[in-house]
């Protein structure tokens, strides 16, 4: 049993660490050289209670499985890893499996590089991160998070705010089977199943095969559900008595889930959890359910000649689908060429399919597209009713120009799902060759491709009578305009492409009490864009027809609108990183490294730009960078392990929505920089063998160096949101916690705590109101010359407590080897608080230039945090 214990401890205490675990890295090339480093320096790793603790020159951060499966059945591993310091995650739900929030030392998700066995798991497109996708805990061996650097080898085109790695068991040279069975609180199911075969020949092939099944209801509402299912499979083969070998893998997730918990973000008097938009804010924790309009009907009596107008039965934005099939096949493998040179390569291919949700009011019309008005009335079925009445995706909706329900006029409006759907084929190979030179010194050159075809559009389809869709993905079945186009709110293609070029250098002098490590990765980026629509504003506002004669009729009646075309981008950067690692006495060392990084627009801003002339600066943003420092002190001793470091990030050319004077519109732009810094520490303790402590923290500042404009005035002065000095929005100033992890006979508690300090809304530093404002630099000139606003909430969202508890049993003792039962508490005291955000520049505002004056748009939206959640799980192992 304190073996056990020890492992699950030393899961739980985090350490900058290290190159004596076996795969600290993403991919083969780089656990390969790592490994090779523990073989070549002689280095002895030290330990409390387990917990590994060897020097490194990088911010990196693991946990492995003995601490991931303690956590909620099925739980997302971007959940688990919100005990290291630095890193924030609000999950928006207890089981994982309805998205969350992600945040590592300020930076966004979509800054962020999530990879899986090595291959990038961030969207193609916008570099978003999905948390309700990923793997099954169970076969996960360990996750490590690098805090502002990457792997030189990283196929990344986002990562300036660090990376996430997680990498698959290896199959066990012994048959083994794992069933485990799990039940909870919001009808919460979960079957999990996974068949290890043994060595199956004489070569030593052997494989894993796993299946698992989970259902649950939003805690939230009376009609949100998830469903998920996975399946997953590894064949391992060893090559010789050097450690090669051959592996592929497999994955394919499936989620069906509806939209959750997302709420405007205000508490006035009286508000409470509903379903209305006059209600909807959670105002106390006593609420949690409400009715919604469900059931309902969406069947409207056709009537000839009379216009029917669309019902609300299926618009509830609880009601949205969020369907998404995604699957991988992973290669893996590493040859001993000679006995300094070694090879690695790890190819992968990825498809996703998967869609927003959400619902859009359907014409049978068609839509007048002369900007003079003077066609001819657009409602008759004739055809050639004006020349410029045509069928399309126009204004944000669908225009049929066709009898949808049979009662012989074109009069009629519908309800119909109207998703933005994304499908992906993405290609990657990760290849690493190292070289030995000596004892103390190594070298590697990798080169990196990734290709990810990327098809955006927005297909329409039906509701049943009861508002339900009939199909969640409308791309198999779309709907038709009388012309046989499919109507689609966008239309475009996009491919991705890397190819990177990286070498690595690792050295140990005096005495190997000093490492030096030195990288540097030249990222070639591509992105080749296809719009088959009309961009209609800066703002990326499209319109779509789908048609070659009508694309030429409409691009004559308005040439302002930028018509469908292909534009091709290139970003190139050499990008280096340096890092040592120096041994005072062999319990005290300290580290410091730098890094640079870069993200690449994602596609929906260059798409944004096919508004302006390719010629022009706005429609080429640039690529944001990162100079990332780092450094440390860490001390080693049997039973305490401590670190404490400092970190600074200088971000520059962040990419943001803003006003430009030039177009008096919104433009997605490059808005200056940001100065970073923090402190991360944690420290783990271990008295007894029967018990052991962790504690973390972090505290984060950030500055944005510059206000940022959002109009001008009637005399052309600029006017300004004041961000300048203030911190970004969405991340917090702190966060500390820590676990108390102990064991009595077979019996095992564990007690988490952590503290998540408060989160600005807005980069503004602002609240949230309604009404009326003067903004920096305005000059009004009208009767309103003050402010006439009501604050609807505060400008951070509150600092909060999230405790879980977890238990558990061995039943070795009922004659069940290594079996148990496990409870998990997630949020232990109900706290009921403001969950994840995107945050933003400013509240959304209409600004008058003859006035001065700007009037508040809606307030921002926000998720609800998980409330407690009770589950147990039964677990059998033969």
Not at 232 to 243: A, H, L, W
Not at 355 to 364: K, L, M, P, Q, S
Not at 472 to 483: D, R, T
Request: contains cysteine; glycine residues 10%.
């Amino acid at each position: 049993m304190k073996s056990r214990f020890q492992l699950a401890t030393s899961a739980v205490a985090l350490t900058i660490c290290s190159f004596s675990s076996a795969a600290f890295a993403q991919s083969t090339g780089s656990v390969d050289f790592e490994e090779e480093v523990i073989v070549v320096s002689g280095s002895r790793s030290q330990d409390v209670a387990g917990i590994q603790a060897p020097d490194s020159t990088k911010a990196k951060a693991v946990l492995t499985q003995e601490l991931i499966e303690r956590q909620n059945p099925g739980q997302t591993i971007l959940d688990t890893i919100n005990v290291i310091p630095g890193v924030n995650f609000q999950n928006n739900d207890a089981y994982g499996s309805s998205g969350g929030t992600l945040n590592i030392r300020g930076f966004d998700s979509s800054r962020i590089s999530l990879t899986f066995d090595g291959i990038p798991l961030n969207d193609s497109g916008n570099y978003a991160i999905y948390s309700n996708q990923q793997l099954d805990p169970e076969l996960i061996e360990q996750v490590n998070v690098n805090l502002g650097t990457t792997d030189v080898d990283s196929p990344t085109a986002s990562a300036v705010g660090g990376t996430v790695n997680y990498r698959t068991l290896t199959p066990t040279e012994d048959f083994g089977v794992k069933l485990s069975a799990s039940a909870g609180q919001f009808d919460f199911r979960r079957f999990f199943g996974m068949v290890n075969t043994g060595s199956l020949t004489s070569f030593g092939t052997r494989a894993f095969f796993s299946a698992s099944k989970a259902t649950n209801d939003n805690p939230f509402n009376n009609y949100g559900v998830v469903d998920k299912q996975q399946y997953n499979g590894k064949i391992y083969q060893p090559i010789g008595s050097d450690g090669d070998f051959i592996s592929i893998a497999g994955n394919y997730n499936q989620n069906r889930n509806n939209f959750f918990g997302s709420l405007p973000l205000r508490n006035d008097a009286g508000r409470v959890v509903g379903a209305l938009s006059t209600n909807r804010f959670p105002a106390n924790n006593k609420e949690r359910e409400y009715l919604i309009n469900y059931p309902c009907s969406a069947i409207v009596t056709p009537v000839a000649g009379t216009a029917q107008s669309a019902t609300t039965c299926g618009t509830e934005f609880d009601r949205r689908y969020n369907p998404s099939n995604t699957g991988s096949i992973r290669g893996a493998s590493k040859f001993t060429l000679t006995e300094k040179l070694t090879l690695t390569v790890d190819p992968s291919y990825q498809y996703v399919k998967a869609n927003g949700g959400g619902t859009v009011t359907a014409r049978e019309a068609r839509r007048d597209i002369d900007p003079t008005g003077g066609a001819a009335n657009c409602t008759t079925v004739v055809t050639g009713a004006g020349v410029n009445c045509q069928a399309g995706y126009l204004s944000g909706a669908p225009y049929f120009g066709r009898d949808l329900n049979g009662d012989g006029d074109i009069l009629d409006q519908f309800t119909m799902m109207a998703p933005s759907q994304t499908q992906t084929h993405r290609l990657g190979v990760i290849s690493s060759l190292r070289y030995e030179i000596n004892d103390d010194h190594s070298v590697r050159l990798a080169y990196t491709f990734d290709r990810a075809r990327h098809r955006q559009t927005g297909q329409v389809g039906l509701l049943d009578a009861t508002g339900e869709p009939l199909d969640v993905f409308p791309v198999n079945k779309p709907e038709l305009a009388a012309s046989g186009v499919a109507l689609q709110k966008r239309d475009r293609l996009s491919y991705a492409i890397l190819q990177q070029i990286s070498g690595e250098y690792r050295g140990e002098f005096i005495d190997n009490n000093l490492v030096v490590t030195a990288g540097v990765r030249a990222p070639f980026f591509k992105r080749d864009l296809t719009n088959n629509c009309f961009t209609s504003s800066a703002g990326g506002f499209v319109e779509c027809f789908g048609d070659a004669n009508l694309n030429t009729l409409n691009a004559t009646l308005n040439p302002t609108q930028a018509g469908p075309q292909n534009r091709v981008f290139k970003y190139n950067k050499v990008l280096p990183n340096v890092g040592l690692n120096y041994k005072f006495t062999p319990e005290f060392s300290m580290f410091a490294s730098f890094a640079q990084g870069l993200s690449v627009p994602g596609t929906d801003s260059l798409y944004n730009a096919f508004f302006f002339p390719i010629t022009t600066a706005r429609a080429r943003p640039a690529p944001e960078t990162t100079d990332s420092v780092d450094v440390g002190l860490r001390y080693r001793s049997g039973n305490i392990q401590a670190q404490l470091s400092g970190w600074l990030t200088k971000f520059q050319n962040r990419l943001a929505s803003a006003y430009d004077p030039e177009l008096d519109q919104n433009v997605y732009r490059n808005l200056g920089n940001v100065d970073k810094y923090g402190v991360d520490g944690s420290v783990s303790y271990q008295p007894i063998p029967e018990l052991a402590v962790y504690v973390f923290g972090s505290y984060m500042k950030s500055e944005i160096k510059n206000n940022v404009a959002i109009g001008e005035n009637a005399n052309g002065t600029a006017v300004f949101a004041a961000t300048a000095g203030q911190r970004e929005g969405g991340s917090p100033k702190y966060s500390f916690g820590g676990t108390l992890r102990g064991e009595l006979g077979p019996v095992e508690l564990g007690i988490t705590g952590k503290r998540t300090g408060p989160r600005n809304i807005f980069d503004t530093g602002a609240a949230t109101y309604t009404g009326t404002f003067i903004p920096t630099g305005a000059v009004p000139s009208g009767a309103l010359g003050t402010t006439a606003r009501t604050e609807i909430f505060g400008k951070s969202a509150p600092a909060y407590w999230l405790v879980n508890l977890d238990a558990s049993i061995d039943l070795d003792f009922v004659g069940l080897s290594d079996s148990r039962f496990q409870l998990n508490v997630y949020n232990l005291f109900d706290q009921f608080y403001v969950g994840g955000f995107g945050g933003g520049l400013a509240q959304s505002a209409t600004y008058a230039k003859a006035t001065g004056v700007a009037t508040y748009g809606g307030p921002g939206f926000v998720q609800i945090g998980a409330p407690r959640t009770v589950s147990g799980t039964l677990t059998f192992k033969f």
